[in-house]
């Protein structure tokens, strides 16, 4: 949001790119750091501008189907990746799109899922 650091970086690399999607938890994640900043009413709108330019996929049935399957999977073997993580890599499974973080070690635990890192 501030324009600076690696996911600043590979924001602006991939969106000259490729057309950019978010999803709902990541959405409630940016606004969440809106809300609790210091400088509040200019980050919302901040945050609310970049969430427009972007299509939001929501967690729906399938994808917490298959959030529920894996997550079932991974703790059952000790690996357990917080539940926004799993959402979010759910909803990309389940409309076969790859996901951009920095967090390549909790989103390779989740099968079938294409990571790509900045």
């Not at 057309?19 to 994640?29: A, D, G, P, R, Y």
């Not at 809300?35 to 609310?48: F, G, K, V």
């Not at 959402?87 to 967090?103: A, D, E, H, K």
């Amino acid at each position: 949001m501030r324009g600076r650091g690696p996911g600043s970086v590979a924001y602006k690399r991939w969106k000259a790119k490729a057309q950019l999607l978010t999803t709902s938890i990541s959405v409630f994640e940016l606004l969440m750091g809106a809300h609790l900043s210091s400088r509040r009413e200019q980050r919302i709108a901040e945050t609310e501008s970049l969430i427009e330019q972007h299509p939001v996929l929501s967690l729906d049935k399938v994808a917490a189907a298959k959030a529920s399957q894996i997550g079932s999977q991974l703790k059952n073997k000790g690996l357990a990746v917080e539940i926004r993580d799993l959402f979010n890599g759910s909803i990309c499974l389940t409309r076969n799109v790859p996901i951009l973080t920095n967090n390549r070690s909790h989103y390779d635990r989740l099968p079938g899922l294409t990571v790509i890192t900045p």
